[in-house]
């Protein structure tokens, strides 16, 4: 995506999430770089909401992720924590609502029964295999956990943590700061 007024575009996030066996893992790094520099090293882009019951990994503009995630929590309110439908809610107000539009910013969203990727532009995918990432090392950690996956007994948490590892290891934006949140099915 292009960024066109006169301030360097913010990078820096790998968010991966697994769904393996009882668990499902959303794991995430804590770097935030503007430009060529790096603002924070340990900030918490992956976190648990409603009732503890559903985690969150966003990537992007900061602003912007807390603003669909702020959208995402009162659907998720209004509709009693049903993650599919409070998604599709939300993705109806993207695509809808013109301030929204212009947000540069995506998310992962997991409960015990879905996985969810909400993309910058308005969509709700599920992942196939159980495996996805967005951000700046997204390609990395995805090829990792789907290789990890398929020829390791690792569980979620370990593929998760390991693909992030080879993402920090390849990714400028991404560092070794992770946060891992888990839910046991």
Same mark, same amino acid.
């Given at each position: 995506m292009e960024h066109t007024d006169n301030y360097p575009k913010l990078y820096g996030t790998t968010i991966v999430s697994v769904r393996k066996g009882n668990t499902v893992v959303i794991?995430?790094?804590g770097q935030v770089t503007l430009g060529a520099h790096v603002i924070k090293s340990s900030a918490? $882009?992956?976190?648990?909401?409603?009732?503890g019951d559903i985690i969150v990994g966003f990537a992007g503009a900061t602003a912007d992720a807390f603003t669909l995630l702020e959208r995402l929590e009162a659907n998720l309110e209004k509709y009693s924590n049903q993650l599919?439908?409070?998604?599709?809610? *939300?993705? $109806?107000?993207y695509r809808t609502d013109k301030y929204l539009r212009k947000l540069e910013s995506m998310m992962l969203v997991a409960d015990r029964q879905h996985s969810f990727t909400i /993309?910058?532009?308005?969509?709700?995918?599920?992942?196939?295999?159980?495996?996805? @990432?967005?951000?700046?090392? @997204?390609?990395?950690a995805l090829a990792a956990a789907r290789? *990890? @996956?398929a020829h390791t007994d690792y569980d979620a948490e370990q593929i998760a943590n390991s693909? *992030?590892?080879?993402? @920090?290891? *390849?990714?400028?934006? /991404?560092?070794?700061?992770?946060?891992?949140?888990?839910?046991?099915?």
């Amino acid at each position: 995506m292009e960024h066109t007024d006169n301030y360097p575009k913010l990078y820096g996030t790998t968010i991966v999430s697994v769904r393996k066996g009882n668990t499902v893992v959303i794991a995430g790094d804590g770097q935030v770089t503007l430009g060529a520099h790096v603002i924070k090293s340990s900030a918490k $882009k992956v976190r648990r909401i409603g009732n503890g019951d559903i985690i969150v990994g966003f990537a992007g503009a900061t602003a912007d992720a807390f603003t669909l995630l702020e959208r995402l929590e009162a659907n998720l309110e209004k509709y009693s924590n049903q993650l599919m439908r409070a998604c599709v809610e *939300l993705v $109806k107000d993207y695509r809808t609502d013109k301030y929204l539009r212009k947000l540069e910013s995506m998310m992962l969203v997991a409960d015990r029964q879905h996985s969810f990727t909400i /993309t910058g532009v308005g969509d709700v995918l599920e992942p196939e295999d159980g495996i996805m @990432s967005i951000g700046s090392g @997204s390609v990395f950690a995805l090829a990792a956990a789907r290789a *990890l @996956s398929a020829h390791t007994d690792y569980d979620a948490e370990q593929i998760a943590n390991s693909a *992030l590892k080879i993402a @920090s290891e *390849l990714c400028i934006y /991404t560092n070794n700061q992770f946060v891992i949140e888990k839910i046991v099915i």
